[in-house]
């Protein structure tokens, strides 16, 4: 069973940069789609990005495409997320998810694991 493990969430001005990183233990990671949600107080839980395990395929939100970049490392058993262009309505709780597979990426209930998450507020 595979425990995740997030960091990288801060303050940080309209227009700035963020990288926030999963890292995970137990398990073998390289078989894990990994994904990234977040959820702000108040709304529901929106769909960032995901990466399948070995080959790297990345999937995008309408909500990050063009701004944000996703990415894994599986020897740092870690996927990485750049944000890039942060706005304020980007303040959310960021989560990373692993997945063994499915048909959806941006449904988080195809996700069995998941991380704490970071805060990330966006001042402006």
């Known amino acids: 069973q595979v425990q995740l493990g997030e960091s990288g969430g801060g303050l940080v001005q309209t227009g700035g940069s963020l990288t926030l990183s999963c890292v995970a233990s137990?398990?073998?990671?390289?078989?894990?789609?990994i994904g990234w949600f977040r959820q702000a107080p108040g709304k529901p839980r929106e769909f960032v990005a995901a990466?399948?395990?070995?080959?790297?395929?990345?999937y995008y939100g309408d909500i990050s495409k063009g701004r944000f970049t996703i990415s894994r490392d599986n020897a740092k058993a870690t996927v990485f997320l750049q944000m890039d262009s942060l706005a304020p309505e980007d303040t959310a709780i960021y989560s990373c998810?692993?997945?063994?597979?499915?048909?959806?990426?941006?449904?988080?209930?195809?996700?069995?694991?998941w991380g704490l998450g970071p805060q990330v507020t966006v001042s402006s």
């Open positions: 990466i399948s395990q070995t080959v790297g395929n990345t």
């Open positions: 998810g692993a997945s063994l597979g499915g048909s959806r990426m941006s449904s988080s209930a195809n996700y069995a694991y």
């Open positions: 137990g398990g073998d990671f390289s078989a894990y789609i």
